[in-house]
């Protein structure tokens, strides 16, 4: 009666620790996903609204707003390929990011000002959950902006 005790109090320790670690993972995951106001690194003022989703395994982010009504019809004038000409308001500016960890990477990002594409990582931000960073980079150069959670 005692070992089935023990046996059954150790199940109950393994399901309670898997459970936290997937709670965990999925509430990393569940985080960075929604909806970001973006700043401008200009002016400090808000700029659009990104929202993030996932597309089987990988994470996306799309224009979802634009803030200033006089911006709102823009199309992106330097962009290449199929974005070219196409209106920034719903653009898919984020695309194939990959989980790793806490963080997603390995995929893009657009900038449709200039139309350039960078390598991207996101994570939210240790002290502020309301605070995604996101980071594009080339090689060693790198950019990060502070994207609030609306």
Not at 59 to 73: C, F, M, Q, S, V
Not at 109 to 127: A, Q, T
Not at 142 to 147: A, E, F, G, M, V
Request: hydrophobic share 35%; proline share 3%.
């Amino acid at each position: 009666m005692f070992n089935l005790l023990i046996i059954i109090m150790n199940l109950f320790r393994i399901f309670f620790t898997f459970l936290i670690l997937f709670t965990g993972t999925l509430s990393a995951q569940e985080q960075i996903i929604g909806k970001w106001k973006t700043i401008d690194d200009n002016t400090g003022e808000p700029r659009s609204i990104v929202e993030i989703y996932k597309k089987g395994d990988k994470l996306y982010g799309k224009i979802a707003h634009i803030i200033n009504e006089a911006d709102r019809g823009n199309l992106c004038e330097e962009c290449k390929g199929s974005d070219y000409n196409k209106p920034i308001e719903g653009m898919v500016i984020i695309k194939n990011l990959e989980k790793d960890g806490d963080e997603y990477e390995d995929g893009t990002i657009l900038d449709p000002e200039n139309g350039k594409v960078y390598r991207c990582k996101i994570w939210i931000d240790e002290d502020n959950p309301k605070v995604l960073n996101v980071r594009g980079y080339i090689a060693f150069l790198y950019r990060t902006q502070q994207w609030i959670r609306v």
